[in-house]
């Protein structure tokens, strides 16, 4: 017999040809913690481990109609969004969410820029992703740089953190992880504020000195995305998704010359 799976996840981002971050570390992270994996393509990209050579937009309504198709036959327990590229398809999202989705839990990546320094969230996409798919936010994942661009802040400690975490939950989404790995430290701090539980925890975790961290931002929020889809209350998907990330981190196969992937079963010999 085969191992149990359990929860469903849809999964709205885009491609990374090298495998590390994207789709392919989505697919990998939900199925390395036992949930299944369903995808909506929102771009190809051509990469490796050094650089974006290219970005392929995919038709907003090809998107759309991959997320029907899904959520019509197959289902969804949990939906995560990453890189949505622009305006057209965060608007299409959002009115397949509105029609189809309306009560499934959604977490939010805001993929800006990818880890090379290539953009990839067009600069007047932002506003459309505050307005049409926070306030639909059961969890929205912003590292530090996201958080000051989706707020306005300027963020240099686990106290601004907190305070951009407060704008995004008066902004609509119902809890917020905010990610301090981009702050200076030996340790490194992110803070969970959960807006309908009133709970805040600021959590911790030594620094890795490592260059394999390409996807660590898509891994988490995927590894959170299974824990929701699998019935796990948000702070005990959110600490699984840590510990997971950690270990992909601390076992990473060291493949590339630049910035290297995440090892995404970390459990297996």
């Known amino acids: 017999m085969g191992v149990r799976v359990r929860g469903r996840v849809l999964i709205v981002a885009g491609s990374d040809s090298g495998g590390g971050a994207g789709i392919e570390a989505d697919i990998k992270t939900v199925t390395a913690l036992g949930g299944y994996a369903a995808t909506a393509i929102t771009a190809l990209t051509a990469q490796n481990t050094l650089e974006i050579a290219s970005l392929l937009p995919v038709d907003p309504e090809f998107v759309a109609q991959s997320m029907r198709l899904v959520l019509a036959d197959i289902g969804a327990d949990c939906i995560k969004t990453g890189m949505l590229v622009g305006r057209p398809t965060i608007e299409t999202v959002a009115r397949i969410l509105e029609e189809e989705a309306s009560t499934i839990p959604l977490v939010i990546d805001p993929v800006m820029v990818a880890s090379s320094g290539t953009a990839l969230l067009e600069a007047d996409a932002v506003d459309a992703l505050i307005r049409r798919l926070i306030p639909r936010a059961r969890l929205v994942t912003p590292n530090v740089p996201e958080a000051e661009r989706l707020t306005g802040l300027t963020l240099s400690d686990p106290q601004d953190m907190r305070r951009a975490g407060e704008v995004l ?11 301090g790995g981009h702050l200076q430290g030996e340790m490194v701090y992110d803070l969970l504020i959960d807006g309908e539980g009133g709970e805040e925890l600021l959590m911790s975790v030594p620094r890795q000195h490592t260059r394999h961290t390409h996807g660590t931002g898509c891994t988490l929020a995927s590894a959170i995305a299974t824990g929701l889809a699998q019935g796990l209350a948000l702070q ?34």
Not at 239 to 256: H, K, N, S, V, W
């Open 236 to 269: 005990a998907a959110v600490m699984r998704a840590r510990d997971y990330l950690q270990e992909a981190i601390r076992t990473a196969p060291g493949f590339g010359r630049g910035k290297g992937p995440l090892n995404h079963t970390p459990s297996r010999p």
């Open 169 to 179: 939950l008066q902004r609509g989404a119902r809890a917020v992880l905010v990610k």
